[in-house]
Nanobody, 114 residues
Framework: VQLQASGGGLVQAGGSLRLSCTAS????????MSWYRQAPGNQRALVGT???????SYADAVKGRFTISKDNTKNTVYLQMSSLKTEDTATYYC?????????WGQGTEVTVSS
């Protein structure tokens, strides 16, 4: 399984951006799909998760500003980011998990300017 992340870019603080993560196969086989981010000098951190039933959870730092959704017909998970802050600047990675396997996509860079 390959995961292709896209949608990163440069945006001003307060703006919005939507990231996409498209799988090479059906995402119905995954228990969870998540977005992580890693800022320079920091560890990779969980942003949020959507499970197979569509329930979502978020890190406190993004709760109320970011929304994860998925389109099973397009094998794609989205991360809608709003009210962006400079501290949201990072490389964002998508992640997918089955019972015994974990898959990572390549990162997509998000830069939020003040």
């Amino acid at each position: 399984v390959q995961l292709q992340a896209s949608g990163g870019g440069l945006v001003q603080a307060g703006g919005s951006l939507r990231l996409s993560c498209t799988a090479s196969g059906s995402i119905l086989s995954f228990n969870t799909m998540s977005w992580y981010r890693q800022a320079p000098g920091n560890q990779r951190a969980l942003v949020g998760t959507i499970n197979s039933g569509g329930s979502t959870s978020y890190a406190d730092a993004v709760k109320g500003r970011f929304t994860i959704s998925k389109d099973n017909t397009k094998n794609t998970v989205y991360l809608q980011m709003s009210s962006l802050k400079t501290e949201d600047t990072a490389t964002y990675y998508c992640n997918a998990r089955k019972v015994v396997s974990t898959f990572w996509g390549q990162g997509t860079e998000v830069t939020v300017s003040s």
